[in-house]
């Protein structure tokens, strides 16, 4: 392994993030090669989660823009203080200023809102980690607009000319893959695919972020979640899910699982109706003992 | 910068990977050897994750990235032989082997639909001096002769579908009524010395809607397969956003097929890409699979999702339950065409299909051009 990305790795799990071998490559490369990273994977992954880690590794601001659609330019790139701008030519008005001088005023930066975007490739201290949630979400036509600010870092406002980027952001797309990413956009991007962790990487996660859970109850709340999700359900449980079930468990003063508390908890794990109907007492005990049996062998 | 040899063994993996029809592109070449003198390239794993981040494979090509990796892995191991096959260009017909068209009764008739169809073929004495269009409208399609089906194809490409009508989230400018968008009215503003003598103003644009087509090709479905097929396409040109996939035993996407620039794309290439056409049909296993692969990329709350089948299944009716459902759940309407309902005597008992029922909107017959032109006022509803 190469040390940069052991690293990586090793300062990744500092953060509170217990990244696999290809996640940390994934991630060093897009530092290094200065890189968005387009991140895919299930709901509940922690895709999310490796742009908020990145920022705290690299000590400096995360800035969030949260896809919807019907996102536009006005809210993810800039917007004039329009308020603010007609107060001004009003109390201008009585002074008689000249024209063109009012003009230059109320388009300055005083008067101009920076959204993320814009936030993004102006912030002055240092290089930001710009978190680009759920692209998918937005339309295709603001992925092509997208696609123009990530290649040239660059914004053009009319009435104030080009801003070039202070600094290029470190830049975190995600995608829970409602839609198909465009392959324009794909291909300016390095690309990572996040699957469920592996039973040893979900309880050293568990155990990471839920330190009050016991040993014991860290590995049967794994091997449950992963009996689960070898199940064919509507909505596959995520670590995220895996977690608030370990945080209500802990709550709840449990040290192992049983079937009655399992049942009267499923509802942190399983979000579905037709899921939670096809697990039954019946199904729940099979699970739980499984659960259970395994851990008391290893 | 890496070395030649890396370099051209880059290129060939790139090639091989493009051969078994993984998309990979030059710039996504650039980034892989950009990216390898980054990593350990003795460690296996590392290279592979790396390759995979860069060259930007999808979990769905995982299997065949794996395989082509193994290879050019072992190659990379035997350094005694000098020039490794992989820098050679890639075997010329790399397409799992041409299937040929399969032989499909009652449609001698391969002329290409689209754009370019036999519209100029000249009406004889039968066809001239009257319009034929109304009785050919309600003519079944299992009683149409090849040339009633090119002309049929005519009609469809002259069927203005109108399936805009759905409100989007998107803004757009309009005149009169709307939310007042403040970043026009400012600038119109300006010529005024701001007195805001007229307010621009934003709405909702008009949308179409999101098609998701299934169509059966089996066996029992010979007789309208390819004239639904036919109809697909000219809802594909009216409606962009159209997934087409057909199903018989398995299912097969053949949105990449319809591309906008590939006009002229004849029924009997499109059939060559299904495997098993008029073989035998299970709709449950077809469906679940749609569910399993695309239904998160395909299905929305704005998508429309049409079957065309006849609902014989010979499957196990609760997984096409669990299909219909989930479909169901996420669609914002299922309709389902069955061109058995056309006749009278028909009753919907068919065990696929009655399990099917709960989980359907529109239930509707396609057996003539008029029941098809009757859907489009369901889509757009």
Redesign the interface.
């Known amino acids: 392994m190469n040390d940069a990305i052991r690293e990586m790795q090793e300062g990744m799990e500092r953060h509170g993030y217990i990244a696999e071998h290809s996640i940390a490559t994934a991630v060093y490369l897009a530092k290094e090669m200065r890189k968005p990273l387009l991140i895919e994977g299930d709901a509940g992954v922690g895709k999310t989660e490796i742009g908020k880690v990145m920022a705290r590794m690299l000590g400096t601001e995360l800035i969030r823009l949260q896809c919807y659609q019907g996102l536009d330019v006005n809210t993810a790139l800039y917007e004039w203080n329009y308020q603010r701008q007609i107060l001004h030519l009003k109390i201008a008005e009585r002074d008689g200023k000249d024209p063109a001088a009012l003009e230059a005023e109320i388009f300055s930066r005083d008067f101009l809102l920076e959204r993320p975007l814009l936030r993004a490739i102006t912030r002055a201290e240092a290089p930001a980690v710009l978190l680009i949630d759920e692209i998918d979400r937005a339309d295709d036509g603001f992925e092509a607009f997208l696609l123009e600010v990530l290649s040239d870092f660059q914004v053009t406002i009319p009435e104030l000319g080009t801003i070039r980027a202070v600094h290029q952001p470190y830049v975190v797309l995600t995608s829970n893959n409602s839609r198909e990413i465009g392959d324009a956009l794909r291909r300016r991007c390095l690309y990572l695919y996040i699957d469920h962790p592996s039973f040893e990487k979900e309880v050293s996660i568990i155990r990471t972020l839920v330190p009050e859970v016991s040993e014991q109850l860290a590995d049967q709340i794994a091997r449950f979640a992963q009996g689960l999700r070898a199940r064919r359900l509507a909505k596959v449980p995520g670590v995220a899910e895996t977690l608030d079930w370990a945080r209500a468990l802990v709550h709840l003063h449990r040290d192992h699982l049983d079937v009655d508390v399992v049942q009267a908890t499923l509802g942190c794990l399983v979000k579905d109706h037709h899921d939670l109907d096809a697990m039954g007492p019946s199904e729940t005990a099979a699970l739980v003992a499984a659960a259970r049996d395994t851990a008391g062998v290893s | 910068m890496i070395e030649g040899d890396l370099l051209a063994h880059l290129a060939g993996f790139a090639g091989a990977l493009r051969a078994r029809r993984v998309?990979v592109?030059l710039?996504?070449e650039v980034?892989a050897a950009?990216?390898l003198p980054?990593?350990?390239l003795l460690?296996r794993?590392?290279v592979?994750?790396?390759l995979?981040?860069?060259?930007?494979?999808?979990?769905r090509d995982w299997q065949v990235f794996d395989e082509e990796f193994r290879r050019l892995w072992v190659e990379r191991e035997a350094p005694a032989r000098p020039a490794p096959p992989l820098s050679q260009p890639p075997p010329p017909s790399t397409n799992p082997a041409p299937r040929a068209p399969l032989p499909r009764a009652g449609n001698p008739s391969t002329a290409p639909i689209g754009v370019d169809a036999p519209v100029s073929e000249s009406p004889d004495g039968e066809h001239a001096g009257y319009s034929p269009d109304v009785l050919l409208r309600r003519k079944p399609f299992d009683q149409c002769t090849p040339r009633d089906l090119a002309e049929l194809e005519r009609l469809l490409e002259r069927l203005k579908l109108n399936l805009a009508t759905r409100p989007?989230?998107?803004?757009v400018p309009v005149r009169g009524r709307g939310i007042v968008d403040?970043?026009r009215s400012?600038r119109s503003a300006?010529a005024t010395?701001?007195d805001f003598l007229l307010l621009a103003r934003r709405a909702r644009a008009v949308e179409e809607p999101k098609l998701v087509l299934l169509c059966d090709t089996s066996g029992s479905m010979d007789a309208h397969s390819r004239f639904f097929l036919a109809f697909i396409l000219a809802l594909k040109r009216v409606a962009r956003r159209t997934e087409v996939f057909a199903f018989n035993t398995t299912l097969t996407r053949l949105t990449p097929w319809l591309a906008p620039g590939k006009i002229g794309i004849t029924l009997d290439r499109l059939a060559s890409e299904v495997p098993d056409w008029s073989g035998g049909t299970r709709i449950g296993e077809s469906l679940a699979e749609f569910v399993l692969h695309y239904q998160?990329?395909a299905l929305?709350s704005d998508a429309v999702v049409v079957i065309l089948s006849d609902g014989l299944d010979r499957g196990d009716p609760e997984v096409l339950v669990?299909a219909m459902?989930?479909i169901h759940?996420r669609a914002r309407r299922v309709i389902w065409l069955n061109p058995l309902l056309g006749d009278a005597r028909y009753q919907p008992l068919a065990r696929g299909m009655e399990a099917a029922l709960p989980f359907v909107d529109f239930f509707a017959a396609a057996h003539n051009l008029e029941s098809l032109e009757a859907v489009a006022g369901m889509i757009a509803a």
């Not at chain 2, 995979?52 to 979990?59: E, F, S």
């Open positions: 998309r592109g710039s996504d980034d950009t990216a980054l990593v350990d460690d794993d590392e592979r994750s790396a995979r981040t860069a060259l930007k494979i999808r979990p989007s989230r998107r803004l403040m970043r400012f300006i010395r701001c998160r990329s929305d669990r459902r989930a759940a």
